[in-house]
Structures are given as C-alpha cells and as structure tokens.
Nanobody, 117 residues
Framework: QVQLVESGGGLVQPGGSLRLSCAAS????????MGWYRQAPGKQRELVAR???????NYADSVKGRFTISRENAKNTVYLQMKDLKPEDTAVYYC???????????WGQGTQVTVFS
C-alpha cells in the first residue's frame, strides 16, 4: 500500500554533502523498518542505513560517521544526510520499507548520487 519517492540526489565533489529524502504515501510510524540501499554499476545492491519504528539505527561500516539516517513522522519522510562524500559513494540510492516480518518490502524508484574525484 505504501509508495516511496526518493529525491535529493545529484552531482557533488568529494568531501561535499547531500541530503536524500524518502517521502511515503502513508504513515511511516507503524512501519517496522525503513532504510536506504545503494547499487553501484556492476555491483550488488547493499544496505546503507536502516531505522526502526523504535528509533534503532544500523549503518554499513563504509558510511559510519559520515551518514545519518533520520525520520520525520509528521511528514511521513525518512532522510539520509550524507557528509564527506567519496567517489566510492557513487550509486543509485533506493529507499526501502519493511512493513512487518511477513509483508512484502516496498522500494522507491531510486535517486542518482554521483561523486566526482
């Protein structure tokens, strides 16, 4: 039922910052987990960050200390603040929602992040 739309991607120089937004069509307060994944050319899709309905967060080792996931329930939006961007961060970033343990996951269409060296 929930639909996700990502925005905020773009082109940035190494060391720069971007903030990605994931707007949901419905309430996110009852969704078990929401997160960000990314897929670089020729690579498998990988987890970047997750946040649960209770506020617990998880990050990939490669982004710890640089990326921050957060949510604003009143706006049904999840954010990914990215700082000190590196060329290896270049990928399509996808928003993800896991409604519960048995329901199908939901994916957004993706937003491109390109970091030039």
């Amino acid at each position: 039922q929930v639909q996700l739309v990502e925005s905020g991607g773009g082109l940035v120089q190494p060391g720069g910052s971007l903030r990605l937004s994931c707007a949901a069509s419905g309430s996110i307060s009852s969704i078990y987990s929401m997160g960000w994944y990314r897929q670089a050319p020729g690579k498998q899709r990988e987890l970047v960050a997750r946040i649960t309905s209770g506020g617990r967060t998880n990050y990939a080792d490669s982004v710890k200390g640089r990326f921050t996931i957060s949510r604003e329930n009143a706006k049904n939006t999840v954010y990914l603040q990215m700082k000190d961007l590196k060329p290896e961060d270049t990928a399509v970033y996808y928003c993800n929602a896991e409604p519960d343990a048995i329901s199908p996951t939901v994916w957004g269409q993706g937003t491109q992040v390109t970091v030039f060296s």
